[in-house]
Structure formats: C-alpha cells, structure tokens
C-alpha cells in the first residue's frame, strides 16, 4: 500500500506544489483546504489515484477532528503530514486590531497544532512517519510590520522542537522548513518593490523549490528537531 500524505493548505502555492510531488513520487494524497472546491480542483490535477479532498478551516477543533476521522475510515494510516495553511495580515503592531492577532495565531500555530495532535493517532502506528511545519525565515530573524506573524511561525520552532522529542522514541520525526520570499499569492504584493535585491540570490523562489526540501526532510529518516531555511540566503540579509 502507499503511503498517505494529508497536507492542510494543500489547494494552492506550496501546499498545492507539495501535493504534486508527492503524488509524483506515488504517495496517496488526502488535501485539506477551507474550501472544498479549491480542494477538490488540486487532487483532480494530480497524478495517480486513490485521492481525497477535504474541507477544514484547521483552526476549528472540531473540524480537525472531524476531517482526520474521515482521512482513517476512508484512506487508512497516515505516514506524512505537512502543515503549510497560513495567513498574514502585515501591519504595524500599533495598527493591529486584537481580531487580527486572534485569526493569526489560531490559523498559523493553533491550526498545526490541532491537526499535528489529530494525525498522531495514527501516524504513531505507521513506520517511518514524518511531519513538516512550514514555518517563515521571519520567524527566524524577525521584521518589522510582521509582529504578529512572526510571532506565531517563531511559536512552531518551539512547538516543532518539542514535539520531535515527545514523538521521537516512536520513530515520528517532525521537522521545520522556514521559506523566504517564494512566488504565491501571499508574496504578490512584494514583487514590484525591488525586494529581490535584498535577496542573496537575487530572486524569489518558486513553491517546487520548497516542495523539494518538504520532501528531503520527510524522507530523511535520520533528521528530526531541525529548521531548514529555505529562502536563497535571505536570512544572511536580515
């Protein structure tokens, strides 16, 4: 049997890029996505069968629980778990209303949270089972306008740490990519502002580029506990 990969955020930019290829690579794909349709329409794009597509906005327990119980009755064990659901709202912290806190904490470190407690029931039975966070080079170094931001993908280098060692006697390994400016709809409002020349190698990256190292760190059996930046020496920069 191959093995199931449930990425949340998985309908678009990374997430969508990830699910590609690890279709690619013959895993079974269950895609978590807020909407449906947008769920729906990524696993029609990929290669192979046996894949499902759900809705979940990752931020409501219920809802976590209700989409992990259906991936176990409808697709069995999971071996792979990749969290790249993620909003920003950038803004000064002065200028920050609390329901933006709020939204931004419960969506980027709650939300992994919740759905890294949910597939562990099973991914504790699983051999070789591995979870990725995606987490930010802004976390790592800090930026101004990003407070808030920063501080919950700062949260999942604590909370991935953590967990790579409650998890780790069971052969779990979880592990932290932080991206740096990647080509998605979240960057596209930064393009036109030269901030590739802030970039070491002079350019965004695109969301294969991250997809890749998601996939080095799932399938390298002796890496757990660690943050890969991903970012094209962005962070030499910062």
Do not use: W
């Amino acid at each position: 049997m191959s093995r199931l990969a449930v990425v949340c955020g998985g309908s678009r930019g990374i997430g969508r890029a990830v699910s590609r290829l690890l279709a690619e690579r013959g895993c079974r794909l269950a895609v978590i996505s807020r909407n449906k349709d947008a769920a729906c329409a990524a696993v029609a794009s990929l290669q192979g069968a046996d894949h499902v597509a759900l809705s979940c906005d990752v931020s409501k327990e219920q809802e976590v629980q209700k989409a992990f119980e259906t991936i176990q009755k409808t697709s069995g064990n999971i071996s792979y778990l990749v969290n790249t659901a993620g909003i920003n709202r950038d803004a000064l912290l002065l200028r920050t209303k609390p329901e933006d806190m709020v939204a931004l904490l419960h969506t980027n470190l709650l939300g992994t949270m919740l759905t890294c407690r949910a597939a562990l029931r099973t991914m504790l039975q699983t051999q070789g089972a591995a979870i990725v966070n995606i987490g930010s080079v802004v976390g790592l170094k800090g930026n101004a306008g990003q407070c808030v931001y920063s501080a919950t993908k700062a949260g999942l280098e604590g909370f991935t740490r953590s967990l790579a060692k409650e998890v780790s006697s069971r052969n779990v390994r979880v592990n932290l990519l932080a991206p740096g400016f990647i080509h998605t709809d979240m960057t596209a409002s930064l393009r036109e502002g030269g901030v590739e020349r802030t970039i070491p190698l002079g350019r965004f990256g695109e969301p294969e580029e991250v997809a890749q190292a998601v996939l080095f760190l799932l399938e390298s059996t002796y890496i757990t506990g660690q943050v890969l930046a991903v970012d094209g020496g962005l962070q030499l920069a910062m």
